[in-house]
C-alpha cells in the first residue's frame, strides 16, 4: 500500500537542522514547502547547478524566487558535472551531486550553521524506475533494493522520506495549493534510458499491473531486508580474513570462503572502503586469481572501476589507476 504525501511528512523526524535538495522541480518544490512548514527557521534549501543547460541560470533563479517567498534560505552550490569516458551523461551529473551535497557536512550554510541531514526528493515512481534500470543491467540484490531512505556518509545523515509516495500525489499537492515549479525539458527527452522507461514502458506495466508501484515498492523493502543479511554475513567474515596489521584481506583466508561468500565478502569491501563495485567480469576473474594465489611470486593485478585490485605481499588492496 502506498503512503500518503501527509502520513510521510508526518512520519519525517530527521536531526535539525535540516538541508532540502531543491532542483525548483515539482517534487524537491513538495518536499521542500512541507519541510518549511514542519520545521519553520530550521530548513534551508541546496540547489545544484550542473551547467548543462541553456536553461540553468533560470532554474537557479526561479529557486531563489521561490526560496525568498517561503523565507527559507538557499545555498547554491556549482559543479563541474561533465560525463568522464565511458560515463553516462545522467551518471555524471549524479555523481556531481551526491559529492556537491556531502560536502556540505563541514561548510557553514543558511544563516551560519551546520546542516545535520539533507533530505532528497525521490518517490516510488522513481524507485521503480530504478529497479526496472538495475533489472535491465543484470543487477544483484544491491542494485534490485533500489534506493534506500536513509543512509550515512561524510558526516552528513541522507533521508527519502517520499520513497512510499506515487509521483502524482506530490503533484496533486503542488496544483491543490497554486503552487509553481519548474518542468525540465530534459525531463521528456527520450534519448534518456530513464526517460524512456517513464515515458514508454511505465504506462504499459501500469495498465496490465494497476498496483505495480506498491508492489515494485515492497519488492524493494524486502530485497533491501535479504542484503542486509548478506552485509551481516560478510563483516562476519571480515573478522576472519582481516590482517590486523593493515586493516586489508589476506589472501589466505579468503581461500577458505566458498565461491559465494567470497563473492559477497568482497563486494562489501570494495564498496565500503573504496566506494567503487566490480562487475560480474571482474568479480569472476578476481575470485579465479584468489583461488589461483598458492605462491609466493603470483600477482593479482585487475581492474575495478577506476582503479586496480593488487596483491601486496598476502594482502589485497585496491588503488586508484593514477597513484
Sequence with gaps: MMQTFADAMQ???????????????????????????????????????HGLQVA????????????????VPLHVVHVDATASPGQSPEEAARSARYRALERLSTVEICGGYRIRSIAIAHHADDQVETMLLALSRGSGLPGLSGMGMHWQRSGMAFYRPLLGVPGHALRSQLDSNAEP?????????????RNRLRARVMPVLQDVFPQCTATFSRTARLVAEAQVILD????????????????????????RLSPARLANLLRLWLKREYAVVPSVAQMRELQKQIQACVTRGHKIRIRVANGYVERRGRFLQWYLQDV
Design 181 to 193: 515549479y519548474i518542468v525540465d525539458p530534459t525531463n521528456s527527452d527520450t534519448r534518456f534510458t
Design 232 to 255: 551481516e554475513v560478510a563483516l562476519d567474515d571480515w573478522t576472519r580474513v582481516e590482517g590486523k596489521e593493515t586493516g586489508l584481506p589476506v589472501i589466505a583466508q579468503l581461500q
Design 11 to 49: 512520519a519525517f523526524e530527521p536531526a535539525l537542522p535540516l538541508g532540502v535538495a531543491y532542483s525548483g522541480g515539482a517534487d524537491s518544490t513538495a518536499l521542500l514547502v512541507a519541510c518549511a512548514s514542519k520545521w519553520p527557521g530550521n530548513v534551508c534549501a541546496i540547489h545544484v547547478n
Design 56 to 71: 540553468s541560470a533560470a532554474f537557479e533563479q526561479h529557486c531563489r524566487s521561490r526560496c525568498d517567498s517561503l523565507r
